[in-house]
């Protein structure tokens, strides 16, 4: 700053106001800008999106979505709501029935809520996998989604598996090393399907560290902070 004021020999005062009027219109130029570039992005993407959906009428329609059941996550839970707003995202997925709580209430207020009908609203897990397998094929869950305290994971995925259903579970897969290796032998004797919501495996942030300690980006680590 010295160097320039010697050099252009303006006053401080000068060069202050200088500087002030031209933040002043950076920001008013950046403001501008940025309107015209959102409302231009904006219009953009309207128009593909408007292109696309001329292009392919009947996407949605030809997407035959997977029927599930949910144990637990009734009225007052927290993670059986995420689960399916997650699940509702794309269409892909239906919840055609569940157990929701052991308080009956609630579990009947919950399905009335999720517009399910009563006769899809079951008492406890054993119930619905009963009932439901007794369904058509066409009609019945084909995923059992388990929302429910950490100590019930394994004895509800082994009954699901056992019934011939495909599940879907909170973390963790059980409470014991014991416990989790009986689930991982009942699964290699089956043909079902098994999902584990390990999300955080699919963050971008996640692989970009495993990638960085991977690749001796970081040198050799000393300690690890988890939180």
């Not at 106001?17 to 219109?25: A, C, G, I, K, Q």
């Not at 309207?46 to 997407?63: D, F, G, I, K, Y």
């Not at 009563?118 to 996998?129: G, T």
């Amino acid at each position: 700053t010295r160097i320039y004021l010697r050099r252009h020999r303006i006053s401080r005062r000068q060069h202050q106001l200088r500087y002030v009027l031209s933040r002043v219109l950076s920001s008013v130029c950046s403001s501008v800008l940025g309107s015209v570039y959102s409302n231009t992005a904006t219009n953009k993407s309207e128009r593909l999106m408007s292109q696309q959906r001329a292009e392919q009428p009947t996407v949605q329609q030809q997407v035959t979505p997977i029927r599930y059941g949910m144990v637990g996550g009734g009225e007052g839970a927290f993670i059986g709501a995420v689960h399916r707003h997650a699940a509702a995202l794309d269409g892909h997925y239906q919840l055609v029935c569940g157990a929701f709580s052991r308080d009956e209430a609630n579990n009947r207020r919950t399905a009335a809520a999720l517009s399910l009908p009563s006769s899809r609203c079951y008492a406890n897990v054993e119930q619905m996998l009963s009932n439901e397998a007794a369904l058509p094929v066409n009609e019945r869950m084909q995923v059992v989604v388990i929302v429910t305290p950490n100590h019930s994971h394994v004895p509800m995925s082994l009954a699901a598996i056992a019934a011939g259903f495909h599940v879907f579970c909170e973390k963790p897969a059980g409470v014991s090393l014991a416990e989790t290796q009986q689930l991982a032998t009942a699964l290699a004797a089956s043909s079902v399907l098994y999902g584990l919501a390990h999300t955080y495996l699919g963050y971008p942030m996640v692989w970009q560290a495993r990638d960085m300690v991977a690749s001796g980006a970081l040198g050799q680590l000393r300690k690890i902070f988890v939180e």
